[in-house]
């Protein structure tokens, strides 16, 4: 049973950064792709950025260069959020999808208030 875990999340001021960290566990797969998504009260769930067992990164654009998504360790995937603004508010998700048969894991979300 794959599950995942974020932790990271919390409250900070319009400017300032957060890190999320999505550690995965219970299985192993050799090609998939790692995800954060995110969803504000009363929004659709919406994808941040995405990671690929390649190493191949991609970002919405309303990122515009303030997010990185990186693989520090083997099953953990890290979001770097800097210059957060209020409009980033909204719970977190992260994603594991396998690109065998395209089963996806999700974890339970983590918080992320930006206050102005």
């Known amino acids: 049973q794959v599950q995942l875990v974020e932790s990271g999340g919390g409250e900070v001021q319009a400017g300032g950064s957060l890190g999320l960290y999505c550690e995965a566990s219970?299985?192993?797969?050799?090609?998939?792709?790692m995800a954060w998504y995110r969803q504000a009260p009363g929004n659709q769930r919406e994808l941040v950025a995405s990671?690929?067992?390649?190493?191949?990164a991609q970002y919405a654009d309303f990122v515009q260069g303030r997010f990185t998504i990186s693989k520090p360790y083997v099953n953990t995937v890290h979001l770097q959020m800097n210059s957060l603004k209020p409009e980033d508010t909204a719970v977190y998700y992260c994603?594991?999808?396998?690109?065998?048969?395209?089963?996806?894991?999700w974890g339970q979300g983590t918080q992320v208030t930006v206050s102005s």
């Open positions: 990671l690929t067992s390649a190493g191949v």
């Open positions: 219970g299985s192993s797969f050799s090609h998939y792709t």
């Open positions: 994603k594991l999808q396998t690109w065998v048969r395209s089963v996806e894991y």
